[in-house]
Every structure is written in C-alpha cells, then in structure tokens.
C-alpha cells in the first residue's frame, strides 16, 4: 500500500471537510485503491477557529510555501478561493514538482489555460473535480466515461442558492426577497450573493464544462450572463400554468459544428429530467454520441459534497504517481472540437413573452404584427387572470403571456424595442428563454 503525503492550503469550510474526510475515512480509502492519504501539513492564517476537527498542532503552519517547499509532499491541495493568491500557490507548487488538486472555479475559468500549459511543462497534473457540481463526479463522467462520445448538447442546474430560491418561490409563493434573506440565515446564501445569483458562479463551471466537452479553454469574455434578481412570483406563476419551471441554466450546445456558451433563467418543461431538479441540488443533463442522454445529479455545494470531491481527485492523484503517470500524462489535452463560437445574438430557441396590454380592442392584432414582421411565429397566446383595482372596476391592463416558436435572438430583441414603443403595451415586456430539455 502507498502512502500519500497530503498537504493542505486553505482550512475553510472545505478544507476542514477533507481533512475530516481523510482522518475517519483514510483506512477505508486504503483498502478499496491501495492508496493511503495521510494529511502531513495544512495552511491557513486562523488557527484558532473552531473547524469540527481535531488537528494536531505540529500539522498547523500559516505559511502555505512551507506546504509546497517541503520535499516530502505529494499532493497539494488548493482551497483559498480567490484568483491571485490562489494562482500562485498553484503554479509555485506545480513547479516543486508536486500534483495539484483544486475546488477553485473561478481561477479555472478565468486562468485555466495558463494553468493547465505551466503542468505541462512541469509534466504535472491538476485535478479540479470539486470545481463543478460539488460532489456531482461530472469531470471524471466527461473526460473518462464518456471519452469516446462527441457533445451535442450539456445542460446544467449548477448553483445550489439560485436552485433553492427558485424552487421555495414555486412551492411557497413567496417573493425572491424573502426566500434569499431566508436562504442566508440558513446559510444556503453568502451575505454577499452576488456571484450566485447574478449567474457569475454558474458561469464559470459553464465555462469549464464547455471547456471539457470541446478541448479549448474559453474563458469568461465569450459566455452570456443573466441571473436570477428580476424572476418574478408571476413568471413562476404563469409558468407552472403552462406546464414549465423556471431554473438557472447553463446551456452548452453544438450545432453546425459551432458552439453556445450562455447563462440565464430559461423555463424548462416541468415533466422533463432537469425541471424536477429542486431544492440546493445541482444537475447536469449531457447528450453524447453514441451514449444519448445521461444525467448526473447531488448536492453541488457545502462540506461533505465538496470534501467528497476533492478526496477523490487527492486518490486518483496518488494513483497516477503510483503507476508512474505522473510524466508524459497531460492535466488537459488541448484539441479544437468546434467551429466557431456563436455569439447570443446568433442563438435560435423559443420565448416566453409576458406584456401587460391595454384591455381594449386590436391590441392582440398590434402586437401579432410586430412579431410577424420581425419572422417570430406565436405558438399559443394566453390571457392570464389579473387581480381587479381597488375601485372595483376592470383593469386597465391584463397580462397576456406568448410562447413563440423557434425564433432568431436578434429578432427577438428588436421585437421588444418595438413592443416598448406600442402605446398600447402598459410595461416593458418580460422576456424568458426555453429550453426543451430532454
């Protein structure tokens, strides 16, 4: 049996989970791979926190360099988060000559070509399953289960607050404000939830998904961005009446050989494998060729789910160093998988479109026209059900909700600059992407 000498940056809430996992599991883990990890040193500037585990004082250092300067280490384990700080440890412990696990999306996503090319050099590898889905082993599904698949398609739920929020507000009808404030005091929400709930965070594993799928890192600059702050209770509402569930979604597709990359709240049909997906779980649904459609789906954040992760990445670490893969063995194999990358403007898919409209006669056949001129075919037209005015009278406005057809997204757009402009339509127009999924 091989010892693996573990030592660890960053002990956090994740950090403190690995070295949890590791302490009572670490037999376990011996027996079933023939590899034993043993935590030798772990970084962190507080060591007076309480983390929930016991660790032995000679263990304990502040400064992370004597982690990757000490020869008897195999593995390092990255779980500062952030980009600068985090990036350096990375590239100084690759050039030690020592392997690289990490749980860090952001730096993957913003860096990971630069990362990836200084392991190569140094015949090192990086392991960074933790970095999407939490404990979901989506990375290893991709880059070994389905090795000889080519991606058509990969559609992910990938931020657990976002999938909260939205799943309380269907089931309680209960404002976004109210459920993010209530997701923060049980700790499901950061203080500050601004990388969650405005897409940043599903972005970036986005970003490296598509990474994965297509063998090129892309970065940031070309993924479209929404989040979730302007979902309303009566999107959600009119959306389940339709038979749909709003979710935040990241959509990788390929089609005529070029790729999508985009992030935004899409209606999902309520039925379909990815529209029952509640609550802080993550789910990625991938189409392959020839596998067809196979899901993946747990908890995509937190302690356990995350530690799950990155101990399995530190053993199959230590399986490569065994076998004497360390060398000649690339962290990621670059390839060029696509076309061109299609920018949001190009994409084509179906529309909600929600209008508060004038209750009088004509109104319907105003804006039918517009749509007309612009190629957008209405698939179903629905009045929905508006509360009366405080005098008892009708209202002045009603909400009609339209499902288009398939339609050009800059079509789209125009649409709602002239739908704006119709004296006839009470509010801006709210519009939703939707996503067949399965």
Known sequence: MRELKVGVIGFGTVGAGVVDCIFKNGELIGQRTGIMPRICRVADLDLESDRGVRVPKELLTRDAREIIADPDIDVVVELVGGISTARDFILAALAAGKSVVTANKALLAEHGETLFAAADEAR?????EASVGGGI????????GLVGNRFSMVLGILNGT?????????????????????????GYAEADPGLDIDGVDTAHKASILGSL???QWFGMAPIHVEGIRNISLQEIRYASRLGYRIKLLAVIRQENN?????????LLPADSMLGNIGGVFNAVLIQGDPVGDTLYSGRGAGREATASAVVADIVDAGRRLSAGAGTGDPAFRAYHGFGRLTPISSICTRYYLRLQLLNRPGVL????????????SLASVTQQESEETADGLEPIAVPVVILTHEAKEKD?????????ELEAVAEPPVMLRIEDAD
């Open 124 to 128: 090192q590898n990086i392991f960074y």
């Open 137 to 144: 082993p989506i990375v290893k599904a991709m880059c070994e």
């Open 162 to 186: 976002c999938n909260y929020i939205l799943t309380r507000m269907e089931a309680e009808g209960a404002p976004f404000e109210q459920v993010l404030a209530e997701a923060q005091q049980a």
């Open 213 to 215: 799928a297509y063998g």
């Open 258 to 266: 070029d790729v999508q990359i985009r992030v935004h709240p899409a």
């Open 365 to 376: 056949a105003q804006v039918a026209g517009v749509l007309g001129d612009l190629n957008i």
């Open 412 to 420: 789209l757009q125009q649409a709602l600059i002239r739908l704006r």
